[in-house]
């Protein structure tokens, strides 16, 4: 004889089945109550509490307008804001609009947009709008606030494509400036290696010449602080362990 699964394989089982078709009819009421109930144990056993909805992660998130002097900022954020980058998200809301809702948990606790709502209280918006993410656990929280800054990172950039869309929003006279490429970033995009009016080639002529200073760092975290500066600064950096 197998043996019996536990509640936690009862719990995902549960949430396979909910997500294949809709909840057990009222004559299944009682077994509705025990799928419910199976979830809220396994939370428990975890030591986290979460809704103990079996449908929580299929609703339809809900937009609330809050004030931003009730939200909490995450006070271990590993994610730092500068005050240029937070005059360019400033920037981008007064033209685009409030298009990215801050992201809270049950206490509104920021999960995601720490520089948006920056921005808004730059911009003297005393309301943003924001999602609740209150199906998350405190580990899943912690996660998400790491993952939502660095998977987005982790995008490329077609570069010939790029400098399409940059040429064409330049000849509509659009300020690329709200694009969050800076100026130098965006002749390189329009005028990449190899196309007229690129600066002097290499010998071989494959390559343009660049130029480089070479920085040394005290030990890792002197590296980091350097790193970030001469980033800020509008200069391409490049970090080396010799």
């Known amino acids: 004889m197998s043996p019996l699964p536990d509640d936690e394989a009862i719990a995902r089982m549960n949430v396979a089945?909910?997500?294949?078709?809709?909840?057990?009819?009222l004559a299944n009421g009682s077994r509705a109550r025990k799928i419910q109930s199976t979830m809220k144990r396994t939370d428990q056993k975890k030591g986290e509490t979460i809704s103990n909805d079996p449908c929580a992660l299929l609703k339809a998130p809900r937009l609330e307008m809050l004030p931003t002097d009730t939200l909490i900022p995450y006070a271990r954020n590993s994610r730092s804001h500068s005050p240029e980058q937070v005059a360019q998200i400033a920037g981008s809301i007064r033209e685009f609009g409030f298009t990215n809702p801050v992201?809270?948990?049950?206490?509104?606790?920021?999960?995601?947009?720490?520089?948006?709502?920056?921005?808004?209280?730059?911009?003297?918006?005393?309301?943003?709008?924001?999602?609740?993410?209150?199906?998350?656990?405190?580990?899943?929280?912690?996660?998400?606030?790491?993952?939502?800054?660095?998977l987005a990172l982790n995008a490329g950039w077609d570069e010939a494509m790029l400098g399409l869309e940059l040429s064409d929003l330049r000849e509509m006279d659009f300020n690329l400036d709200l694009t969050g490429f800076d100026a130098d970033e965006v002749e390189a995009a329009l005028n990449p290696p190899g196309s007229d009016g690129e600066g002097p080639e290499s010998p071989e002529g494959n390559f343009p010449e660049q130029y480089a200073v070479t920085v040394v760092c005290d030990n890792e975290n002197h590296q980091a602080k350097i790193f970030d500066k001469l980033t800020e600064m509008g200069l391409t950096c490049k970090v080396v362990c010799v």
Do not use: F, M, W
């Not at 089945?17 to 009819?25: A, D, F, Q, T, V």
């Not at 921005?119 to 003297?124: P, V």
């Open 17 to 25: 089945r909910l997500k294949e078709g809709p909840l057990p009819s």
């Open 103 to 150: 992201l809270i948990d049950a206490e509104n606790g920021i999960i995601a947009g720490h520089c948006r709502v920056l921005a808004a209280q730059k911009l003297g918006r005393d309301e943003v709008p924001c999602i609740r993410l209150d199906h998350l656990t405190e580990t899943q929280k912690r996660a998400y606030i790491i993952a939502d800054n660095k």
